[in-house]
């Protein structure tokens, strides 16, 4: 099955810093690789993904990359601010191949503080 | 409106308890979904409903009972439960689950501990 690392776990920088969060996966099947945050006593947020058939994707001040010949995808934050501290899941996701579901798996998580 | 909503929020129960956990969303989505989140992990999928069907169980124990009563309503029935089944319970649903463009709308989630 698929297995998906990330790193660091715990990611500490000052306000306006930019952060990189870095996950790797098993799986070369996976097709699709969303980021969630958990903000704490709430469940997790998508805050972007990317198709495997890009290479990268940005929103704002958020970005992410995918490399699948190294099967391996970063986000990115630049401008950190104090609100962004929370945990960060990325998660990789392919067809499951008798029910044709996507199924979610997910990194462990980084636990990301913004100091002011 | 993005929203699924978890009730309640909290629960305590006892390990002969029954106690039901409950999903709702109103986004027309026809997939939900059942995690399991321990404190400092990643979520673990429990079960997935299709078009009000179980369509995957992840091996969970049958101390666990879901059930799907329409498309917008998702269960947890909770039955003899132990202490390390103690966790956030978080609720998802995608518009159908099997779109390499769905996306999963989580609840808040149910934190449960069971003494």
């Known amino acids: 099955g698929e297995n998906v690392e990330q790193h660091p776990s715990t990611l500490s920088v000052q306000e306006g810093d930019s952060a990189v969060i870095k996950c790797t996966y098993s799986?070369?099947?996976?097709?699709?690789f969303p980021w969630y945050k958990q903000e704490l006593g709430k469940g997790p947020q998508l805050i972007i993904d990317?198709?495997?058939?890009?290479g990268e994707k940005k929103d704002q001040r958020i970005a992410v990359t995918l490399n699948k010949t190294a099967k391996h995808f970063s986000l990115h934050i630049t401008e950190t601010q104090p609100e962004d501290s929370a945990v960060y899941f990325c998660?990789?996701?392919?067809?499951?191949?008798?029910?044709?579901?996507?199924?979610?798996?997910f990194g462990t998580g980084t636990r990301l503080l913004v100091s002011p | 409106d993005t929203e699924v909503t978890q009730t309640p929020k909290h629960l305590v129960m006892g390990m002969t308890n029954k106690k039901s956990l409950k999903c709702e969303q109103h986004?027309?989505?026809?997939?939900m979904y059942w995690y399991k989140q321990k404190a400092k992990k990643p979520p673990e999928l429990m079960f997935v409903?299709?078009?009000?069907?179980?369509?995957i169980n992840e091996s969970v124990p049958s101390r666990f009972s879901p059930e799907c009563p329409n498309s917008s309503l998702l269960n947890l029935h909770l039955h003899a439960l132990q202490p390390e089944d103690s966790a956030l319970y978080l609720c998802?649903?995608?518009?159908?689950?099997?779109?390499?463009?769905?996306?999963?709308?989580f609840g808040a989630g149910t934190r449960l501990s069971v003494l």
């Open positions: 990317i198709r495997s058939n890009v």
């Open positions: 998660a990789a996701s392919k067809r499951a191949r008798f029910t044709g579901f996507q199924k979610l798996v």
């Open positions: 409903y299709s078009y009000e069907k179980l369509s």
């Open positions: 799986d070369s099947a996976s097709n699709y």
């Open positions: 986004m027309g989505h026809r997939a």
């Open positions: 998802a649903s995608s518009p159908s689950g099997s779109s390499i463009r769905d996306i999963q709308y």
